[in-house]
């Protein structure tokens, strides 16, 4: 067949080689964050996957990279511009202000994004995010319970060498002036910069300090932090101090920028560490108390995050989770396996076996494939099972199964 997934896509199924396609995987992330999620008052939120292309023009900005280089843009039959959602957040704020929300209000979401990428591992054209939204949530402890949700999911999951980094990005107060002096650093070192950063001094000066290639010579570069406003420094300090309560250890970067234009106040991102620098960041978010305003609303600050599954999945690596708990070995049929399975799986145990009739000794092979952790082997639904895990055996009658495995076990 010569269909392959578009460019910069993949399959997540069963049987596939590589890890990042483990169905199992997968299925845990996206349970876990759900537990997570609703912990944290965070309700279910869905919204479309395409939305009018002017939303994103105007929600996450025209000078992002995001907006200008990678969106999926087409026109549909009726002629309106559409885009594939590059981010959740734009979406979910249109949905609340179109509900006429009024007062703090809380969405959780879970979904594929599109962003038209040079693809390498750990960046892909689809990929999926999950993410929570706090609207018209002011004050800094809302930005540190996002910050929370984001920790204890990443660290629930186990993600590797996991680092918060953290930066206050200022507002409409404090930042034009900033960003005045940083573009007067900037155009001082004109010849010094690549191309693409003194492309982006009129345009963006902030994505300036982003640049890899550009680093050593922004060592002295003015600060935002040097140069908030009584407000927002006030803000900053507020959530740094409630980090240091809850025990999550953090590191302030003056560097870290974001890559999306509605960013006001907090930005922070997490890093795993031990993935390759160029994609390692694992989730990142912020707040954006005008984004609601640049989309024709009223004023509703907000703040949340967004993680990166895909490279969640990256991160843990090739963890081989088994996607079963119990494979049956029948020398009495198929008949028998699956009656002897139904009792198994009406007890909660996820069990498989194989409906085709095969050989004993191709069943046995089949149960090490699957990944399961004990294999039972029948003679009959009459007769007591032989259940062996590990190196032991032992025979008991097929209803005393899952009562010993849950002890045991
Ligand atoms: P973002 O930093 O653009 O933020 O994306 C969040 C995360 O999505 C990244 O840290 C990364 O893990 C993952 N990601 C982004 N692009 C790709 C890609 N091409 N391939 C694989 N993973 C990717 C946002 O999208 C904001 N909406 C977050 C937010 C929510 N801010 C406030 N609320």
Known sequence: ??????????????????????????????????????????????????????????????????????????????????????????????????????????????GPMFRYERPQKGRYRQFWQVGVEYLDAEAPDADSEVIELGYRYLTAVGVPGLELRLNSLGDSECRPAYLVQLST?????????????????????????????????????????????????????????????????????????????????????????????????VGGGGRYDGLAESIGGRRTPGVGLALGVDRIVIALGSAEAASIDVYIVSESGAGDALLAASVLRQDGLRVDFDTEGRSVKAQFRAATRSGAGTTLVMGGLDKPVDVRTGGSRLTMPLEEVSDWMNATL
């Not at 010569?2 to 460019?7: A, E, H, L």
């Not at 009726?78 to 609340?96: D, H």
């Open 1 to 110: 067949m010569s269909f392959r997934p578009p460019k910069g896509t993949y399959d997540v199924v069963a049987g596939a080689s590589q890890p990042i396609s483990d169905p199992q995987i997968w299925r845990s992330l996206l349970g876990e964050w759900e537990v997570w999620a609703e912990r944290f008052g965070y309700p279910l939120t869905m919204t479309p996957v395409f939305e009018s292309t002017e939303l994103f023009e105007r929600g996450v900005g025209g000078s992002s990279e995001v907006v200008t280089k990678q969106m999926y843009t087409f026109e549909d039959k009726g002629g309106r511009s559409i885009t594939l959602r590059p981010e959740g957040t734009a979406g979910v704020v249109r949905a609340f202000l179109n509900a006429g929300g009024q007062g703090a209000w809380k969405g959780a979401y879970s």
């Open 185 to 281: 650093y900037l155009n001082d070192r004109r010849e010094k910069l690549c191309e693409d950063s003194v492309d982006l001094i009129d345009v963006n000066p902030l994505r300036v300090l982003d640049c890899k290639v550009c680093e050593p010579y922004l060592t002295d570069a003015p600060e935002m932090t040097d140069n908030l406003c009584d407000a927002c420094r006030d803000h900053f300090q507020s959530v740094k101090t409630s980090l240091e309560a809850l025990n999550i250890p953090y590191v302030q970067d003056p560097r870290l920028v974001r890559g999306l234009d509605y960013y006001t106040r907090t930005a922070f991102e997490f890093i795993g560490t031990e993935l390759d620098a160029a994609q390692n960041a």
